[in-house]
């Protein structure tokens, strides 16, 4: 019994209802489009003193509900109702206007269906309740049985008299089950009338697919600058303690190393929050081979790592996304020789290579550096994990330089060879293919 009840007269119940009275009030314009039409065909002054004719009317209004139906902003409204009335999991409904064919007739469908079932639950809901009280209170108000409100004959028996008031809480419970019934019919109807069709799905799934491209860009970003920055203080700071007493031009030389590195670190974390909090583009510019790479290696030799460079193409020719790509390429390379070379000695070699940009970078490492990652081979295409977490960081690095040549149609390759860790990216400089 308390089931049934709940069925009727619940939470739930209460927000369907609701939800048809909404229907049943955008149907009155309709309505009345269509008495205009009714009345003139029938020559009734009044549409409104017939049953029948009102009923023309109704059904008349709503084919011209589905015409309307098919304007862009129906579906959102239509879905943000039963969202919050009908109890309908929004997963299971769409998101934005109707886009194909298909959609558009089906959000037909159900605008036509929840102003029809609307229209009548909103005419028995304004017309049952007071004859139902009437009713109810007949045998107790004896004035009401000489009132013209045109009650049935069948009233003035004592009999009927007596039955009138269980008479009267039937209608009413009649009308609840009328409710919940048809409220329950238009909630089991929406996600078919109303779910994402196959364009819908495939569009969600881009902007998911799009989304995550952004995050992994931006934890790439992150990864690269805000690692090699902490990698680089760190070694810079160390080396200062260490000759605090005995090399002061070398610590002011690795304290305004630390400064710059930081202050250039700061603005690109700020870019990149930005992003993240807005979801803008970055307004700061990215670094970029033609404008960094000397700075880069800068900072990096003041951390006492020496690299010996040997650039054979001019960087402000490569196309922006290529100089940037690679900056970051070089930047993750030589935050990895900062941790595991051994003599602090690392070779950097940029040159062309037909159509395409080759990047190498070679340091020598010992052999519990290298022991993690041998036989790890192509990091293109291994995924295996370092046997030690404490490489664990590299190995993130190395998918990061795998993604960021990939997304430009390259290849990279690193791993150990005879206890030298070797690092050879080779992007197309005319971009991404």
């Known amino acids: 019994m308390s089931t049934f009840a709940r069925f009727l007269f619940g939470r739930r119940a209460r927000r369907r209802w609701i939800h048809l009275i909404l229907g049943g009030a955008l149907a009155m314009p309709y309505v009345l489009v269509g008495s205009v039409v009714v009345g003139p065909a029938t020559g009734a002054t009044s549409v409104f003193d017939s049953f029948t004719l009102q009923l ?4 008349l209004g709503l084919p011209l509900a589905a015409l309307t139906s098919l304007f862009p ?5 239509e879905v943000a109702a039963v969202r919050s009335l009908c109890g309908v999991d929004g ?13 558009k007739g089906r959000t037909a469908a159900w605008f036509t269906l929840h102003l029809g079932f609307g229209g009548i639950i909103a005419g028995m809901s304004l017309a049952v309740p007071p004859f139902a009280v009437v009713l109810i209170v007949l045998p107790v108000i004896a004035g009401l049985r000489d009132s013209p409100l045109g009650l049935p004959e069948a009233l003035d028996h004592t009999w009927a008299l007596a039955l009138a008031p269980a008479a009267g809480a039937a209608i009413l419970v009649a009308l609840a089950a009328c409710a919940a019934a048809s409220g329950a019919l238009l909630a089991h109807w929406a996600p078919a009338l109303l779910g994402p069709t196959p364009e819908d799905r495939l569009a969600a799934a881009e902007a998911r697919a799009a989304d995550l491209a952004v995050r992994n860009r931006l934890a790439r970003e992150l990864h690269d600058s805000v690692g090699h920055a902490l990698s680089a203080v760190t070694l810079q700071a160390s080396a200062a303690r260490r000759v605090l007493d005995t090399d002061p031009d070398f610590v002011r030389e690795a304290l305004a190393a630390i400064e710059d590195t930081t202050r250039r670190t700061v603005t690109e974390l700020d870019a990149v929050l930005g992003v993240l909090r807005n979801g803008d583009s970055p307004t700061a510019p990215a670094p970029t081979l033609a404008t960094d790479l000397d700075d880069l290696l800068h900072r990096t030799r003041a951390t006492g790592l020496s690299i010996t460079a040997t650039i054979e193409v001019a960087p402000e020719t490569l196309p922006p996304v290529v100089s940037r790509e690679a900056y970051r390429i070089v930047q993750e390379g030589l935050n990895n020789a900062l941790k595991h070379a051994v003599d602090k000695q690392v070779t950097l070699h940029i040159k062309p290579a037909g159509e395409d940009l080759d990047i190498t970078l070679e340091n020598r490492l010992t052999s519990s550096a290298a022991a993690p990652y041998r036989g790890a081979g192509n990091c293109a295409t291994s995924h295996n994990e370092p046997a030690d977490d404490r490489h664990a960081d590299g190995r993130h690095g190395l998918r990061g330089i795998t993604d960021r040549a990939h997304l430009l149609g ?8 005879d206890n030298t860790w070797r690092l050879h990216v080779r992007l197309p400089r005319k971009g991404p293919t």
């Open 56 to 59: 023309a009317s109704f059904a």
């Open 73 to 77: 902003l129906t579906r959102p409204l």
């Open 410 to 417: 390259g290849t990279a390759q690193a791993g150990p060879v």
């Open 91 to 103: 997963d299971r409904l769409a998101d934005g206007p109707a886009r194909s064919r298909s959609a």
